[in-house]
């Protein structure tokens, strides 16, 4: 049975072949980054360097060395939350309404429930910018904002957020793991941020286990871990800017070769034409799933950007026991649940439930489209 791979969302499938490829070849580099100046450590360096350059091309910076390579977008958000919690503990967090665990856990953590507010939002969990001004400000240490909803695929006005934590001197923190790659827009361009973090895994098309943040000038937060990077091994504490800050240990060379791989076939692309196309896909398979009896598209009170994440709930069935049969039926492949994100369904009114997660990607014909609706028809005919 072939698969319809419905679940981009948690991962890039099918990758570029070149991506693997990179991958069998940094493994046949004899040397480490940043271990030696013979030839094989010169080369895995060279890797990590042409890397962050396109990450800083894709992203919208000319600062190629803020941009970090850690194992996980989650590594990084900790991180860069670290630095706020440790800097007072008095002032609170803001965050947004449809926040992934990898932004909230930290928060609660390290700010603790009742020093984390949430930004006002309209129905469709789309921060209402106009209703920002209602909120006080001198006692909020950072806020922090997912780009875009790993649930409902909701993107944020980002720029505009930032512009109102600008005006009032506050940091801003961007979680892009579920934008970056896909949806438009320059680092360059958010005002007041302070860190941008994104899984390498995701719509940037590389292999898991590499995180990526963009650390603003001057924003240098006490790393997580330190140890050996290669860099001024000498000195018994770490660097106090730059990727030896925080890059501590031996990188790994095969998931960043994959990665900058990637980066070069996204580059190669036409972006915007990828966005506008992803809305349309999107656009499609609301109106499609609309018109199934029993099938119900959760979020979708009002137009909005959004990436091609479609929430549903199918009645009669639970979600988890809809994506079995699809799987078995046909080879659909969903997630079903909370993924990872308790506080977006708490918004969306599905936190009980949870809800099947489709993520449809450009790859899909419109054969594979026809089996999807045909299988959720097949299913409630029961």
Not at 127 to 147: I, P, T, Y
Not at 173 to 180: H, I, L, N, S
Not at 213 to 223: E, G, H, S
Not at 301 to 330: K, M
Request: glycine share 10%; net charge negative; aromatic share 6%.
């Amino acid at each position: 049975m072939s698969v319809i791979y419905l679940d981009h969302a948690a991962t890039a499938y099918p990758r570029h072949p070149s991506v693997a490829e990179a991958m069998v070849a940094a493994l046949q580099v004899a040397g480490n980054v940043g271990r030696g100046g013979h030839a094989g450590a010169a080369k895995g360096t060279s890797i990590v360097e042409r890397c962050r350059e396109k990450l800083a091309e894709l992203l919208g910076t000319r600062r190629a060395d803020r941009m970090l390579l850690f194992p996980s977008a989650t590594t990084a958000l900790n991180t860069a939350l670290e630095a706020f919690a440790s800097q007072s503990d008095q002032k609170r967090l803001l965050i947004g309404p449809l926040e992934h665990n990898a932004v909230t856990r930290p928060a609660w953590r390290r700010f603790g429930p009742e020093r984390v507010s949430t930004l006002p939002a309209l129905p469709t969990g789309v921060v209402d910018v106009e209703r920002l001004d209602e909120l006080k400000s001198d006692d909020v240490a950072a806020v922090v904002v997912q780009h875009a909803s790993n649930v409902c695929g909701v993107v944020q006005p980002i720029e505009a957020i930032g512009t109102w934590c600008a005006e009032r001197g506050l940091p801003f923190v961007v979680d892009g793991a579920q934008a970056a790659g896909l949806v438009p827009f320059r680092i360059d361009e958010i005002p007041s941020l302070r860190a941008y973090t994104t899984a390498g895994h995701k719509f940037l098309g590389g292999p898991p286990g590499v995180g990526v943040a963009y650390f603003a000038p001057r924003f240098d937060p006490t790393p997580l871990w330190v140890g050996g990077n290669g860099v001024r091994s000498q000195d018994s504490c770490v660097p106090e800017e730059g990727p030896a800050r925080y890059e501590c240990g031996t990188a790994n060379l095969p998931g960043i070769a994959g990665l900058e791989a990637a980066l070069t076939a996204l580059l190669e692309v036409d972006r915007t034409a990828v966005w506008e196309r992803s809305a349309s896909l999107r656009a499609r398979w609301v109106e499609r799933l609309s018109a199934i009896d029993a099938v119900t598209v959760v979020g979708e009170f009002e137009p909005c950007d959004r990436t091609p994440i479609i929430p549903i709930q199918v009645r009669g069935y639970s979600p988890a026991e809809a994506s079995a049969a699809l799987e078995s039926a046909a080879g659909i492949r969903t997630r079903a649940g909370l993924h990872c994100a308790p506080a977006a369904h708490q918004y969306l009114g599905t936190l009980d439930t949870g809800t099947l997660r489709l993520a449809p990607g450009l790859e899909l014909t419109r054969g594979d489209e026809e089996t999807v609706f045909e299988s959720l028809r097949t299913l409630l005919r029961g």
